[in-house]
């Protein structure tokens, strides 16, 4: 395979990763993967928390993609190089940027990188598994539409 289509499939694999994770984190970890994921909801104590074994599972399918993409069929080692640099981006922006789980603060103020912040903390601004808003991790829906959504469902 050449360059460009290795570099396309990494591509599409990062941005098909988003999809992914909106749907996982909407129907699994807010649905029957609550168990988990409501340790994120909820204060922590410490380093880590219950709903980092997602990031585990995944890393463990990616790592299973490069085994057998390198043994039996290529383009699956360029999928997975696709979802280690979503994985890496998930962690710099979630993670880090959002949560501020590395040593230093910084929060944007202005531009996309606030808009992801400010998206995701409305989505922290219910503890419950129901009725939260923007699922994404990379892209974030306008905060002001968010905000009419939460303020709509919390009229219901």
Not at 7 to 33: D, N, P, Q
Not at 60 to 81: E, K, R
Request: hydrophobic share 45%; glycine share 10%; charged share 15%.
């Amino acid at each position: 395979m050449t360059f460009l289509t290795n570099t396309l499939i990494v591509i599409v694999s990062i941005i098909a990763m988003e999809g992914f994770a909106w749907l996982a984190h909407r129907y699994i970890m807010h649905g029957w993967g609550w168990g988990w994921h409501r340790s994120h909801h909820e204060p922590t104590e410490g380093i880590f928390e219950v709903n980092d074994l997602y990031a585990v599972v995944f890393g463990v399918f990616a790592m299973g993609l490069f085994i057998i993409g390198s043994l039996y069929w290529a383009p699956l080692w360029y999928i997975a190089l696709g979802i280690t640099i979503y994985g890496l981006l998930y962690g710099f922006v979630h993670d880090g940027l959002v949560h501020q789980r590395w040593p230093f603060r910084y929060f944007p103020k202005d531009g996309y990188l606030r808009r992801l912040v400010v998206a995701h903390k409305l989505h922290h601004a219910l503890q419950s598994r129901d009725g939260c808003v923007s699922f994404g991790f990379l892209y974030a829906p306008d905060p002001r539409k968010l905000k009419a959504r939460l303020r709509a469902s919390r009229s219901e």
